[in-house]
């Protein structure tokens, strides 16, 4: 006969087990913070100014891209001469969370609806030697802050708006099926061999020395392929470099989606355009959560999309609080100032 004192040890080991599966089973977090202007943007990414072709303003030998030649441009249907100005605007936010719904950049808030949605997950292959790929869901905000803070005020060229979730992956079929996927990609199909992955090795090198290679779309530079446009990734490195390939993918995924458009060029003087095929050399990021990335490495904090990830993303990751990620862009900004 089993004694009272025995019978309430198996139900406390039973209670116990229960209470550690149910932990198990919700172990996924939601974490976050709200990205604070001071000390979590590296404002100098803005940089460097310019009129025309020449450029004015520059601390650090901030990396560029080309912009108009002439200083002079004329806009609407009654023109207004004004000059050709050009600098990198930091207007979005992109992230990516292991739980569904989770809004990191919101300060972990978990939004979730009650509709399902597959969690981040991180897979081994059948071969047991510890490689495998990974999930991850991913959101899209638009984040004029140069616009609400007021930085600089009676400026014609800045967007404005508020801070402002804009797109969730959760709720997009899209996003978790390769197959789906074709139906906004079906270049896709194209890239799918041996000799354009092995390609992109010289986007990797372009970009960790300057920009990647506008002609290379298929390439995400040293993170791998940017197809397919979701939260699948073959092979998983770590969690900054996946991160950053799917801020690159949901950026590019926004565009061909026509939700994000070109600013930047001679066509991008007078307002946005149609940009179908993003053009990467258009963005610089930076890692906002969980550590920002406001340390510079040669005078530099923002790192065009593709540059490798050994450097600046050493030490950025760390176990439950420091598994998500979020970036703030900078996009190439050419706008012409006539009053």
Not at 124 to 129: A, N, V, Y
Not at 148 to 155: A, G, I, N, R, S
Not at 276 to 287: F, G, I, R, S
């Amino acid at each position: 006969m089993k004694h009272p004192w025995f019978t309430s040890l198996l139900r406390w080991l039973a209670g116990l087990a229960l209470a550690a599966g149910g932990a198990a089973a919700g172990a996924t977090t939601c974490t976050g913070k709200f990205p604070n202007p001071i000390t979590d943007i590296c404002w100098s990414c803005i940089l460097p100014l310019s009129i025309g072709s020449a450029r004015i303003g520059d601390f650090g030998s901030q990396e560029d891209i080309e912009n108009p030649g002439s200083p002079l441009c004329t806009c609407g249907v009654n023109p207004v001469i004004g000059l050709s100005v050009g600098f990198w605007e930091p207007a979005r936010h992109v992230e990516a969370v292991r739980k569904p719904f989770c809004l990191t950049s919101l300060g972990g808030i978990d939004l979730n609806p009650g509709i399902p949605a597959p969690e981040a997950a991180r897979f081994t292959r059948s071969e047991g030697d510890g490689d495998g790929g990974s999930f991850y869901q991913a959101h899209f905000y638009v984040n004029p802050v140069l616009y609400y803070l007021e930085v600089v005020t009676d400026f014609p060229c800045l967007e404005k708006g508020s801070f402002d979730l804009a797109y969730l992956t959760e709720v997009d079929p899209l996003w978790a099926d390769d197959e789906l996927t074709l139906i906004i990609n079906p270049d896709a199909v194209l890239f799918a061999n041996p000799v354009a992955i092995a390609a992109c090795a010289a986007d990797c090198v372009a970009a960790s020395l300057g920009f990647g290679i506008r002609e290379m779309f298929w390439c995400a530079g040293c993170q791998g392929g940017l197809y397919p446009m979701n939260g699948h990734v073959p092979y998983h490195l770590g969690g900054v470099r996946t991160a950053a390939l799917m801020a690159q993918r949901l950026t590019a995924k926004m565009h061909r989606e026509l939700i994000a458009w070109g600013w930047h060029g001679t066509p991008g003087l007078c307002g946005p355009y149609f940009l179908p095929v993003m053009d990467k050399a258009a963005y610089k990021t930076q890692l906002t959560h969980p550590i920002p990335s406001t340390s510079k490495e040669a005078g530099k904090c923002c790192q065009p999309f593709g540059r490798q990830t050994v450097t600046w993303g050493a030490g950025k990751e760390y176990p439950v609080r420091g598994e998500d990620f979020s970036f703030i862009l900078f996009r190439k900004r050419n706008c012409c100032v006539g009053y």
